[in-house]
């Protein structure tokens, strides 16, 4: 079986200032990792996504995430946020063969 | 950009009414997926088809809950009787690639239910 979990329900930030979004899966085979985010009323969008080689990888945005497979975690980063960055993020995972299944979510409140 | 189209974008009911939802996929691409996505959390799976037929509907409720795809193209997600929990945002998502894991599933707006 596989899980993600992510850490944080809600995250307050000011502007300009860095956010990191956690998030650990479990898994027994290899997976591939993903985050979305999800703007109010609408539908998910892809902002990056791990599949072999570099670690560290970089997505729309401004966002980069790294991967750590002794840790299982697939943390999200950006070094200065915006409002418009304000929304709903989902850490997600797929191994092969499987469905894709998706982490409850974090809610990020970008403050002026 | 080529995008998921997904209609309605609202839906109010009473319970133990019909209901349906309408899903167009990105052109070309022959996996289609449905998800509920319940307030507050991560989307869940209900039902995959690569081109018309379906490939996973474990999580589907079969005994109000039905999928089409019958071209292989759009696709209908049905629900009857509506029940006061199936209050939800439904997400229809597409991807090229038959079978592909890496693949990237692209997402339409969703349709919000509120069951009354």
């Known amino acids: 079986a596989q899980s993600v979990t992510q850490l944080d329900s809600q995250v307050p930030v000011f502007e300009e200032a860095p956010v990191e979004l956690r998030c650990n899966y479990s898994s027994s085979v290899s997976v591939y990792l993903f985050w979305y985010v999800q703007y109010p009323n609408q539908g998910l969008q892809l902002l990056l996504k791990y599949l072999s080689g570099s670690t560290l990888v970089k997505g729309i945005n401004g966002f980069e995430a790294e991967f750590n497979k002794s840790q299982t975690s697939f943390h999200l980063r950006k070094p200065s946020v915006h409002i418009s960055d304000t929304a709903e993020y989902f850490c997600?995972?797929?191994?092969?063969?499987?469905?894709?299944?998706f982490g409850g979510g974090t809610r990020v409140l970008v403050k002026p | 950009e080529a995008e998921v189209a997904q209609s309605p974008r609202y839906k109010i009911t009473e319970k133990s009414q019909a209901v349906a939802f309408w899903c167009d996929p990105i052109?070309?691409?022959?996996?289609l997926y449905w998800y509920r996505q319940i307030l507050g959390q991560g989307p869940e799976l209900l039902v995959q088809f690569q081109d018309e037929s379906v490939v996973d509907d474990s999580q589907l409720p079969k005994d109000r809950f039905s999928a089409e795809r019958l071209k292989g193209v759009d696709s209908t997600l049905k629900i009857q009787p509506a029940e006061l929990g199936d209050s939800a945002m439904y997400l229809c998502?597409?991807?090229?690639?038959?079978?592909?894991?890496?693949?990237?599933?692209?997402f339409g707006p969703g349709t919000r239910l509120l069951v009354l």
């Open positions: 997600a995972l797929k191994a092969a063969g499987n469905k894709l299944t």
């Open positions: 998502a597409s991807s090229r690639i038959r079978g592909g894991t890496s693949e990237t599933q692209y």
């Open positions: 052109s070309g691409h022959a996996t």
